[in-house]
């Protein structure tokens, strides 16, 4: 039976293109979180998928053993008449030369987002998990409680988890769980029944030049959902009743506050570096939500994943079950190893508001020193954000800037980490500005101590360091989770 997918371009009949299992897709910049998933699934789906992008990487490895041919390059003579349809990614621009070729051949051309959205709307019952920081350990959270559950879900999610073969998963249900990010709107295109809303909190200020944009971005977002979906929102999050008041849709909130439909009491910490809280709904006790991975912000991530279960018939105890079993995701607190007493953990945060968090949470399970060794992502964030980045290294001990990663943007020449450092040194007393991966490293090999937590941080590729340093010291690699750790400490 073919699939319906509306282009917007190109082949139509009625306005609407038919594709259909064996069909030809064709991702521009495949590698990425969202089009490699995307590739897999639509793979998996029975259609004919290849991509391209600038160079081999982990994902295209994977891509390939799975019989994903990849080219590298973006060599617009491998973009043919035949190919029914041409994903692409706005990390490649409008310029890319497969993309201009596409459009000139006049061949359906989508954004991944597009893509996805249209995908939803296919299967019928879309869960998006929007929000500045944490969608992707609850889009993971919610996607093995639906798995687990036997809900059989599709998934789309920006990590890798450790209970999914990578960053997604293809299901035979009506569930499809994805992650919605903000960055260009590209949420926008998505098509969900339930949404879920962990924050909102300014970022991206290349796309929203002003707080207030990125609000009504999310505000459009809400818009989107059907009268008979879900929001599902934090209570204590500044903006919830301006994104409440848009939602024709139910409100179902969680958090801390008793104000919220469900939410926690009683925190503690869980050795070796877990969570829990008692869990309260309208009132009344529903059981203990325990978690693996630490940080109060991970219990409203899998609060809000419960109530998301909930929301589809996940029974309140078995969700609690599920969510024990939870072990993170990749570059999420993601512990590397351990060598000389000496703890190795990388985690992706790289805005001010969830690396404060991040290490706050680190602070209330480790005693000794904290190294946090970060590395600034994108000049237009640190330069916009750079009194807030200057405030959220409080809880570590001695903060070490690497250089900014530039990903998509040219050094413009007035922001740099040596600035942060000078910021940064106004409110902690051990900043230390080392630029190139090479330096930190040595640096960490002649200063830290037995005791210390290293924790690397941040978007770009700082991951890096941790590994050489275990590498260096013949340490040994834990991964993802906190098994392996437990075993260690006894």
């Given at each position: 039976m073919a699939n319906k997918i509306d282009t917007g371009a190109g082949r139509y009949q009625k306005g609407r293109m038919l594709l259909k299992s064996g069909d030809s897709i064709y991702f521009i910049g495949i590698g990425g979180n969202r089009l490699s998933a995307l590739a897999k699934i639509y793979s998996d789906r029975g259609y004919r998928v290849a991509g391209s992008d600038r160079c081999r990487t982990k994902a295209t490895r994977e891509?390939?053993?799975?019989?994903?041919?990849?080219?590298?390059?973006?060599?617009?003579?491998?973009?043919?008449?035949?190919?029914?349809?041409?994903?692409?990614?706005?990390?490649?621009?409008?310029?890319?030369?497969?993309?201009?070729?596409?459009?000139?051949?006049?061949?359906?051309?989508?954004?991944?987002?597009?893509?996805?959205?249209?995908?939803?709307?296919?299967?019928?019952v879309g869960i998006a998990v929007a929000g500045t920081h944490g969608k992707t350990t609850t889009t993971a959270m919610i996607s093995l409680l639906l798995t687990r559950s036997g809900k059989d879900p599709t998934v789309e999610v920006g990590g890798e988890m450790k209970e999914l073969p990578g960053n997604h998963r293809t299901g035979a249900s009506p569930y499809i769980v994805v992650e919605a990010c903000e960055f260009r709107r590209s949420f926008l295109h998505l098509s969900p029944k339930y949404a879920v809303i962990t924050n909102v909190d300014w970022d991206h200020p290349d796309i929203f030049p002003d707080s207030r944009m990125v609000i009504e971005a999310f505000q459009n977002f809400v818009r989107l959902?059907?009268?008979?979906?879900?929001?599902?929102?934090?209570?204590?999050?500044?903006?919830?009743?301006?994104?409440?008041?848009?939602?024709?849709?139910?409100?179902?909130?969680?958090?801390?506050?008793?104000?919220?439909?469900?939410?926690?009491?009683?925190?503690?910490?869980?050795?070796?570096?877990?969570?829990?809280?008692?869990?309260?709904?309208?009132?009344?006790?529903?059981?203990?939500?325990?978690?693996?991975?630490?940080?109060?912000?991970?219990?409203?991530?899998?609060?809000?994943?419960?109530?998301?279960?909930?929301?589809?018939?996940?029974?309140?105890?078995?969700?609690?079950?599920?969510?024990?079993?939870?072990?993170?995701?990749?570059?999420?607190?993601?512990?590397?190893?351990?060598?000389?007493?000496?703890?190795?953990?990388?985690?992706?945060?790289?805005?001010?508001?969830?690396?404060?968090?991040?290490?706050?949470?680190?602070?209330?399970?480790?005693?000794?020193?904290?190294?946090?060794?970060?590395?600034?992502?994108?000049?237009?964030?640190?330069?916009?954000?750079?009194?807030?980045?200057?405030?959220?290294?409080n809880a570590a001990d001695i903060l070490v800037l690497a250089d900014i990663y530039p990903a998509r943007e040219k050094d413009p020449g007035d922001i740099s980490s040596r600035i942060l450092a000078a910021e940064a040194g106004k409110y902690h007393s051990d900043v230390r500005y080392l630029g190139d991966m090479t330096s930190i490293r040595e640096h960490l090999l002649q200063e830290a101590l037995p005791g210390d937590l290293i924790i690397t941080m941040g978007a770009g590729d700082i991951w890096k360091v941790g590994e050489e340093y275990l590498q260096e010291k013949e340490g040994f690699f834990v991964g993802t989770g906190t098994e392996s750790l437990q075993q260690q400490r006894g």
């Amino acid at each position: 039976m073919a699939n319906k997918i509306d282009t917007g371009a190109g082949r139509y009949q009625k306005g609407r293109m038919l594709l259909k299992s064996g069909d030809s897709i064709y991702f521009i910049g495949i590698g990425g979180n969202r089009l490699s998933a995307l590739a897999k699934i639509y793979s998996d789906r029975g259609y004919r998928v290849a991509g391209s992008d600038r160079c081999r990487t982990k994902a295209t490895r994977e891509l390939e053993e799975r019989g994903i041919p990849v080219d590298y390059g973006h060599d617009p003579q491998r973009i043919t008449k035949d190919i029914d349809l041409v994903v692409y990614t706005n990390a490649v621009g409008e310029n890319n030369p497969q993309l201009i070729k596409a459009r000139t051949e006049k061949i359906p051309v989508l954004e991944g987002a597009e893509l996805l959205g249209k995908l939803m709307r296919e299967m019928g019952v879309g869960i998006a998990v929007a929000g500045t920081h944490g969608k992707t350990t609850t889009t993971a959270m919610i996607s093995l409680l639906l798995t687990r559950s036997g809900k059989d879900p599709t998934v789309e999610v920006g990590g890798e988890m450790k209970e999914l073969p990578g960053n997604h998963r293809t299901g035979a249900s009506p569930y499809i769980v994805v992650e919605a990010c903000e960055f260009r709107r590209s949420f926008l295109h998505l098509s969900p029944k339930y949404a879920v809303i962990t924050n909102v909190d300014w970022d991206h200020p290349d796309i929203f030049p002003d707080s207030r944009m990125v609000i009504e971005a999310f505000q459009n977002f809400v818009r989107l959902l059907p009268a008979d979906g879900g929001l599902i929102s934090w209570r204590e999050e500044k903006h919830f009743p301006e994104l409440a008041a848009v939602s024709k849709a139910p409100v179902i909130s969680f958090g801390f506050s008793q104000e919220a439909d469900w939410f926690l009491q009683n925190l503690k910490v869980r050795p070796p570096l877990g969570t829990e809280a008692d869990l309260f709904y309208g009132g009344e006790y529903k059981g203990r939500l325990r978690l693996q991975v630490p940080g109060e912000y991970n219990l409203l991530n899998a609060l809000a994943a419960l109530v998301t279960g909930v929301q589809v018939g996940v029974e309140v105890e078995e969700a609690l079950s599920i969510l024990e079993e939870f072990q993170g995701v990749r570059r999420r607190f993601e512990i590397k190893g351990e060598v000389g007493k000496i703890l190795v953990v990388d985690d992706y945060a790289h805005h001010p508001v969830a690396i404060a968090k991040t290490l706050r949470a680190a602070r209330s399970h480790f005693p000794g020193r904290i190294w946090c060794v970060f590395q600034p992502h994108l000049f237009s964030r640190t330069r916009y954000l750079l009194t807030e980045f200057a405030h959220a290294f409080n809880a570590a001990d001695i903060l070490v800037l690497a250089d900014i990663y530039p990903a998509r943007e040219k050094d413009p020449g007035d922001i740099s980490s040596r600035i942060l450092a000078a910021e940064a040194g106004k409110y902690h007393s051990d900043v230390r500005y080392l630029g190139d991966m090479t330096s930190i490293r040595e640096h960490l090999l002649q200063e830290a101590l037995p005791g210390d937590l290293i924790i690397t941080m941040g978007a770009g590729d700082i991951w890096k360091v941790g590994e050489e340093y275990l590498q260096e010291k013949e340490g040994f690699f834990v991964g993802t989770g906190t098994e392996s750790l437990q075993q260690q400490r006894g």
